[in-house]
């Protein structure tokens, strides 16, 4: 499996994006998929999760309220719509991709996530 994630650029600040991540190639397991971002200087951190089906969803408390993550089964895409940009939510954005929704790796142990996107890049302007 690929992913690919495109919709990053340059937003002013209390404005939006909506980031998409594309799966290609062998797609027959049931992934979750989520998105995770690195800051220049910082560690690289989890923003949301979706599991499969797609009713299962999870954010970190920055951006709970603002960004929601949604899929396309049919489309083999997830989605990230960012609202309210804030200069700190300003990184590069990886999308990724595991069997496992439930799992420590998502906290814990994202390097272990099976699949990675290359990333995309967002730009938030105060």
């Known amino acids: 499996v690929q992913l690919v994630e495109s919709g990053g650029g340059l937003v002013q600040a209390g404005g939006s994006l909506r980031l998409s991540c594309a799966a290609s190639g062998r797609t027959f397991k049931p992934y979750a998929m989520g998105w995770f971002r690195q800051a220049p200087g910082k560690e690289r951190e989890f923003v949301a999760r979706?599991?499969?089906?797609?009713?299962?969803?999870d954010y970190a408390d920055s951006v709970k309220g603002r960004f929601t993550i949604s899929r396309d089964i049919g489309k083999n895409t997830v989605y990230l719509q960012m609202n309210s940009l804030k200069p700190e939510d300003a990184a590069l954005y990886y999308c990724?991709?595991?069997?496992?929704?439930?799992?420590?790796?998502?906290?814990?142990?994202?390097?272990?996530?099976?699949?990675w996107g290359q990333g995309t890049l967002v730009t938030v302007s105060s």
């Open positions: 979706i599991a499969w089906s797609g009713r299962n969803t």
């Open positions: 990724a991709a595991d069997p496992d929704f439930y799992g420590s790796k998502w906290s814990a142990y994202p390097e272990n996530l099976e699949v």
